[in-house]
């Protein structure tokens, strides 16, 4: 591992107290002064340096021979599966699920994460039949219900998870031989928490020894500022702040609110700079702490795409474009736009595909294929489009006797 990463900001010792807040703009996602997290610009600019990266980000496989597949109509009992990208093949409930399971992977493990109301991890061990290698119970004295939201590996090979009602990500070791001994410690959030305790953690990101934490800031599931991206050293496991002549911890400000998911910025060969979904999709230059949009809201709402409607994204092949699925009239009905990143063609949003039934994410963009799901109850699938061909590979679809609910490529 190379030496610490230059990082020009300093670990923040606040675990035993909440920054100051002010009053906020809910309506608009504006803060006023006191509120304790920074009001970023909407561009870029030419804005200095808050924080240098010692590695490119790791927003995950643009190839895959394998997807992992959770099934789930909150009837039948949700099963693991997996899907093989080459012959088109589902193998399915390998082993039980949950109704609210995420999935993250790492070498040969498969993590299952079970969210809401089930707060367990179960991790399988891929290199023989998808055993279940262990399982532990997700606690935290701070909530009877913590709800991880998701797995992220770094370089070191640790776990972190992010807790939805709950101040911390924690960190586990699923090396250890015992299951009790994964737990490793955590990272303390409170910095940034509002009012009910907890910034509402969520989706992630390692960079080196960065992480990236999308935070929603909500009391009773109502936006009391905005979302944002936190920054946690690894090394000291603790927050980031990225501007310490201001009041407070600060992070990075997004545009529009819930960070779902993080892609590559293809323009970026350096691998710092993530596209972000939320209202629309916001470019995020990591090190310097800006975003700006790269599909602003106005242009997804000309295809009647709104609010909290973009529910997964992936980016074309060539990069200039990117693939949204989004509620489709009334949920959980769903399809598939295409829409050009800056302008670029398709400049408003084509749709590609109508009448889907929404699951969890589904949608990615693997080798020049786009691989989504259909929770259809009348014919649940998973589907394939060429892009290059812009047809279906399998007419009918991979069909799943249960409705496709979660699925991630595998390494």
């Not at 009053?23 to 509120?35: F, V």
């Not at 911890?249 to 979904?277: C, E, F, N, S, W």
């Not at 800006?290 to 409607?309: K, M, N, R």
């Not at 990143?341 to 080798?367: C, H, I, N």
Request: contains cysteine; charged residues 20%; proline residues 7%.
């Amino acid at each position: 591992m190379t030496s610490r990463p230059a990082l020009l900001t300093t670990a923040l010792a606040l675990a035993a107290c909440n920054p100051g807040k002010g009053d906020s703009d809910t309506d608009t996602g504006t803060e006023t002064e006191g509120q304790g997290t920074t009001d970023m610009s909407p561009t870029t600019g030419d804005a200095p340096v808050v924080l240098e990266l010692d590695a490119p980000c790791d927003f995950g496989l643009e190839h895959a021979d394998e997807l992992a597949l959770v099934t789930n109509d909150f009837v039948a009992a949700p099963g693991l599966g997996r899907v093989a990208t080459g012959d088109m093949v589902v193998t399915p409930d390998i082993l039980p699920a949950s109704t609210d399971t995420a999935l993250g992977a790492h070498a040969d493990w498969l993590v299952m994460v079970h969210r809401f109301g089930q707060n367990r991890i179960d991790v399988v061990d891929r290199a023989g039949e998808w055993l279940l290698r262990g399982s532990v119970d997700v606690t935290h004295a701070a909530s009877a219900d913590p709800n991880p939201q998701g797995v992220t590996f770094a370089g070191d090979g640790l776990a972190y998870v992010p807790l939805f009602t709950a101040p911390a990500v924690q960190i586990y070791d699923f090396s250890a031989a015992e299951s009790a001994a994964w737990l490793q410690g955590e990272i303390d959030l409170s910095p940034f928490a509002d009012d009910d305790g907890s910034p509402e953690a969520g989706v992630a990101l390692a960079c080196g020894r960065v992480l990236f934490v999308g935070i929603q800031r909500l009391v009773d599931f109502v936006p009391v500022d905005r979302s944002f991206l936190v920054a946690i050293d690894l090394d000291a496991r603790a927050v980031l702040d990225l501007d310490a002549e201001a009041e407070g911890a600060q992070a990075i400000g997004l545009l529009g609110p819930y960070p779902k998911q993080l892609r590559r910025d293809p323009a970026d060969a350096a691998g710092h700079t993530a596209l972000v979904l939320t209202s629309g999709v916001e470019r995020v230059d990591l090190t310097r702490g800006t975003s700006e949009w790269a599909v602003a809201p106005e242009v997804l709402a000309a295809a009647g795409i709104d609010g909290f409607d973009p529910q997964a994204f992936a980016v074309a092949p060539d990069g200039a474009s990117v693939f949204i699925t989004a509620t489709d009239g009334e949920f959980p009905g769903a399809a598939v736009f295409q829409v050009g990143l800056d302008g670029a063609e398709p400049a408003e949003p084509v749709k590609l595909f109508g009448g889907l039934t929404s699951g969890d994410r589904m949608l990615e963009q693997l080798g020049g294929k786009l691989w989504f799901g259909d929770a259809d109850p009348a014919g649940p699938r998973v589907r394939v489009w060429d892009i290059a061909t812009g047809s279906e590979l399998v007419s009918e679809g991979l069909e799943t006797a249960v409705p496709p609910w979660a699925f991630i490529p595998l390494p």
